[in-house]
């Protein structure tokens, strides 16, 4: 059964930095590309950072490039988010999804970080 | 980017009955268009990709179609199940961009 754990969540201030995670179970981690996808309280998904399997290629949303960091230990199974410089805009239920083709078949059940002082 | 514009917001039905959803982007994703079920203590489950492919597991209720610019997502003879919150997605370039949601509620 495949599944995506985030954790790393949590309250930080306005300019602080947190590290998300988010270990894979039941596939072959190091066969696909990875996502970041957010979703702020009471708003719609944003897509937020994709990863290749191999971490050769990496795209970011233009609203956290420069800030934030998607990378991967494929011998650990697990995706990582750096965000750096954090907003009170950046507040969201953070969920880690398996990149199948150009479709999110497999999602994580989220974890939630709050920017504020 | 490719806006994507969902429709209605809002939908009240009752089991037994069809509904549609629409989800319109602001230029011609080809067929590359998901369909997303969100639950309360579930984790987002893929429906549909590529426009009208149902993903494995997806019941035969479901259906998708559309091209171009227009989709549609149509739940025919509604299940207690699935009341939920339904997002549209265009696959077919970066940034992959989301529908606001429709939220199906039980009437």
């Known amino acids: 059964e495949v599944q995506l754990v985030e954790s790393g969540g949590g309250l930080v201030q306005p300019g602080r930095s947190l590290k998300l995670s988010c270990v894979a179970s039941g596939f072959t981690f190091s066969n696909y590309g990875m996502n970041w996808i957010r979703q702020a309280p009471g708003k719609g998904l944003e897509w937020v950072a994709y990863?290749?399997?191999?971490?050769?290629?990496?795209y970011y949303a233009e609203t956290v490039k420069g800030r934030f960091t998607i990378s991967r230990d494929n011998a650990k199974n697990t995706l990582y988010l750096q965000m750096t410089s954090l907003r009170s805009e950046d507040t969201a239920l953070y969920y880690c999804a398996r990149l199948r083709r150009t479709y999110f078949d497999y999602w994580g059940q989220g974890v939630m970080v709050t920017v504020s002082s | 980017d490719v806006q994507m514009t969902q429709s209605p917001s809002y939908l009240a039905a009752s089991p037994g009955e069809s509904v549609s959803i629409s989800c319109k982007a602001s230029k011609s994703i080809n067929t590359y268009l998901a369909w997303y079920q969100e639950k309360p203590g579930k984790t987002n489950k893929l429906l549909i990709y590529s426009g009208s492919t149902l993903q494995s597991g997806t019941p035969s209720r479901f259906s998708g179609s559309g091209s171009g610019t227009d989709f549609t997502l149509t739940i025919r003879s509604l299940e207690p199940e699935d009341f939920a919150v339904y997002y549209c997605q265009q696959h077919n370039e970066y940034p992959h961009t989301f529908g606001a949601g429709t939220k199906l509620e039980l009437k």
């Open positions: 990863i290749s399997s191999g971490s050769s290629y990496i």
